[in-house]
C-alpha cells in the first residue's frame, strides 16, 4: 500500500486529491498547522480515514520529523499563501510560505526521503503579463503579483533539486480550477455565494472588481487527478493543466446568475478599489503535452462547472434554482 503525504489537505485541491488517493488505496497523510480553530470542515466526510500530523513550512525542524514519522512514497505539496489580493498586503508572509517553504520542504526530503515523489503546485499566475498566447511550459513567466513571483520561485527551486540532487520532483502549473468547495474569497465563489444570498433575500447588490479579465476555468476535481498522473511518469517533467477556453468574470456572472433564474445586471456594481495593482489579462493554457502524455483530460466544462457551484450554494442557503 503506498503511502502519500498531502500538505495543504484541509483546502480545496488538497480534499479533492484525498478522495482521490484514498479510493486508490493509498494510506494517506495531511499535514496540518497548530491552529486554535480547526478548518476541517473539506474533509470532514474522511477524516477518519486521513492521518494528520502537525507541521509547519516555517519550521523545516517540523518537516524533518513529519517526513520521518510518515516516510511517504509520493509527496504533494498544496500548502500556500494562495489568496492572490492577500499577497500585496502580506507580501513578507506570502514569499516564506509559498517561495522558502518549498525549499524547506524540498529540504527536509532530500535529507530525509530522497526516493520519494514530490509534486509542486505552481500556478499560472506565474506568466502575469504574458509573453505569448496561449501559455505552453517553454512560455517565460513574468508574475504580476507577491504571489505569482513566490510561486515562481517555489517553481524553478523545484527544477533545481531535481538537477542538483536527482529529486523525482516536478512541478504542475495548473491554471484556474474551482469547486462548490472553493474559499469565498476567491471571484468565482464569490460570485455563486452572492448569488445564493440574493436569491435568498439575504442580500440585494454584489460588489465586483474588473469584470472583463479572462481566466481559463477548469474544476478542480479533474485537475487533482492530473496532479496523481504526473507522480506515476517514469520522469519528472513539469506539465500544464488547463482547458484551452478561456471566459471573462461577465461571462461566470451571466451564467451564475443565470442559473437561479436571475438577470446579473440587476445585481452587480463594479468597485474600482476591488481591482487588482497589476492586473492579469490573458491566462489561457495549452495542455496538450498533459492530454498526450499523462492521457488527461477535463470531464467538466465552464457551463458544468458553473452549474455545479450555483446549485451547491443554491442547496447551502435552502433556496430552488429557479
Known amino acids: 500500500m503506498k503511502k502519500a503525504l498531502i500538505t495543504g489537505i484541509t483546502g480545496q485541491d488538497g480534499s479533492y486529491l484525498a478522495e482521490l488517493l484514498l479510493e486508490k488505496g493509498y494510506t494517506v497523510y495531511g499535514m496540518v498547522r497548530r491552529s486554535s480553530t480547526e478548518t476541517f470542515e473539506r474533509v470532514a466526510h474522511i477524516k477518519d480515514r486521513l492521518n494528520l500530523v502537525q507541521a509547519d513550512l516555517l519550521d523545516e525542524l517540523s518537516l524533518i520529523k513529519m517526513l520521518e514519522a510518515t516516510v511517504p512514497d509520493e509527496i504533494y505539496n498544496l500548502a500556500a499563501m494562495s489568496f492572490v489580493p492577500s499577497s500585496w498586503s502580506q507580501p513578507v508572509l506570502t514569499g516564506e510560505f509559498t517561495g522558502l517553504g518549498v525549499t524547506r520542504l524540498l529540504e527536509a526530503v532530500r535529507l530525509v526521503c530522497p526516493q520519494a515523489r514530490f509534486y509542486q503546485a505552481s500556478s499560472s499566475e506565474m506568466f502575469g503579463k504574458v509573453r505569448e498566447v496561449p501559455q505552453t511550459e517553454l512560455t517565460p513567466f513574468h508574475p504580476r503579483s507577491p504571489y505569482g513571483v513566490a510561486k515562481a520561485y517555489g517553481h524553478f527551486i523545484t527544477v533545481n533539486y531535481r538537477e542538483s540532487y536527482g529529486l523525482h520532483a516536478l512541478s504542475g ?145 435552502g433556496v430552488g434554482n429557479k
Not at 476567491?186 to 433575500?201: C, E, L, M, N, S
Not at 492530473?226 to 517514469?234: E, S, T, V, Y
Not at 489561457?284 to 502524455?293: E, Y
Open 173 to 317: 502549473i495548473l491554471f484556474n480550477h474551482e469547486s462548490p468547495r472553493r474559499g469565498k474569497e476567491f471571484v468565482t465563489r464569490k460570485i455563486t455565494d452572492g448569488v445564493a444570498r440574493i436569491k435568498a433575500g439575504l442580500q440585494d447588490k454584489l460588489p465586483m472588481g474588473n469584470i472583463e479579465a479572462k481566466r481559463d476555468w477548469g474544476f478542480a476535481g479533474d485537475y487533482v487527478r492530473a496532479m496523481w498522473l504526473m507522480l506515476q511518469q517514469p520522469e519528472p517533467e513539469e506539465y500544464i493543466i488547463a482547458s484551452g477556453k478561456n471566459h471573462s468574470v461577465r461571462e461566470f456572472l451571466e451564467l451564475a446568475f443565470a442559473c437561479a433564474g436571475l438577470h446579473w445586471e440587476d445585481h452587480v456594481v463594479v468597485d474600482s478599489s476591488l481591482m487588482r495593482p497589476a492586473e492579469v489579462e490573458h491566462l489561457l493554457g495549452d495542455a496538450s503535452k498533459a492530454r498526450t502524455r499523462l492521457g488527461w483530460k477535463a470531464d467538466v466544462d465552464f457551463p458544468s462547472l458553473v452549474r455545479l457551484m450555483v446549485d451547491a450554494d443554491l442547496q447551502r442557503y
